[in-house]
């Protein structure tokens, strides 16, 4: 009873986290854009240091008011990744020679650097890397549950709504000439959607768990379905499952919680791997 207690705030934020990151994990393993999320995530981490320090320098009266200085930091993030946005819709070009994932790395390095530096001047900088990148999803706060709530709803219920533009435009992302009109303005919103559900997804899990969500359920789905809804279907089992197990070990063996879902999601990604190497799973058509 006690677990179920203390870890059902943090199992409702993996479920929303499941729900929107398989969808989109899906969409970043066509379009071949793997590290789009953690150069997103640290783009946003960039924007919320910045942030800290501008917020310090003109309210130095007012740095430790914390809700303030949220609401300053998340119009950052939220500035930075419309720029991040921006520069990957129109850098994805045929006539530029340098692949968009080479663009996606360099902004990860670039981004990185600068955060680690601005944060290494400031107090507690340690604390604030590794929070970036494992998060703290045991501590979850039922406030930042429903901030995580309202993004996948709104989020999610765009990309239902607009389903057909955002699945064409994935399905045919190879394609010189592109039946989607607009393609450049739905390859932006993606990139922007994207962006604000990874601010708050790793404001609570960590860029590491978020990444983890993200690619590996999505892989897995993808050796075994074809389908988009099979596929979905797929990575959502196979996220709660682990998420449960991730859970409940943490908890009883006293382990920080987004290794050890991390962990069992790569172990599972393996046992796929083999499975579908020996027995030669037919894919479900």
């Not at 990957?88 to 994932?101: A, C, G, R, V």
């Not at 670039?110 to 990148?133: C, E, F, P």
């Amino acid at each position: 009873m006690i677990a179920i207690d203390f870890l059902f705030l943090p199992f409702i934020a993996c479920l929303l986290l499941i729900i929107i990151n398989v969808y989109f994990g899906i969409h970043v393993i066509k379009r071949e854009i793997i590290f789009i999320d953690i150069a997103l995530a640290q783009i946003a981490a960039l924007g919320s240091a910045v942030a800290m320090v501008v917020f310090t320098l003109s309210h130095p009266e007012a740095a430790h008011e914390h809700d303030h200085n949220n609401a300053f930091t998340y119009l950052f993030s939220l500035g930075f990744i419309t720029l991040a946005a921006l520069m990957f819709t129109f850098l994805k070009n045929k006539k530029i020679s340098i692949p968009l994932e080479a663009v996606i790395g360099i902004s990860y390095a670039v981004a990185t650097t600068g955060t680690v530096i601005i944060l290494d001047k400031g107090a507690g900088g340690d604390v604030h890397v590794h929070d970036m990148l494992i998060g703290s999803i045991l501590w979850v706060s039922w406030h930042k549950v429903t901030q995580l709530l309202i993004v996948v709803f709104l989020v999610g219920a765009f990309h239902i709504i607009f389903r057909k533009k955002f699945l064409s435009l994935t399905d045919s992302h190879q394609d010189k000439k592109n039946s989607t009109t607009n393609p450049q303005l739905w390859d932006f919103l993606f990139y922007f959607t994207f962006g604000i559900v990874i601010i708050e997804a790793v404001s609570i899990a960590g860029i590491l768990t978020v990444f983890a969500f993200l690619i590996i359920p999505a892989s897995i789905s993808t050796l075994f379905a074809e389908g988009w809804w099979k596929k979905i279907l797929i990575g959502w089992l196979v996220c709660v499952c682990v998420s449960l197990a991730g859970l409940y070990v943490s908890w009883k063996m006293d382990m920080p919680c987004s290794p050890v879902i991390i962990v069992f999601l790569g172990i599972i990604l393996i046992f796929g791997l083999v499975f579908k190497k020996l027995f030669f799973f037919n894919e479900l058509k």
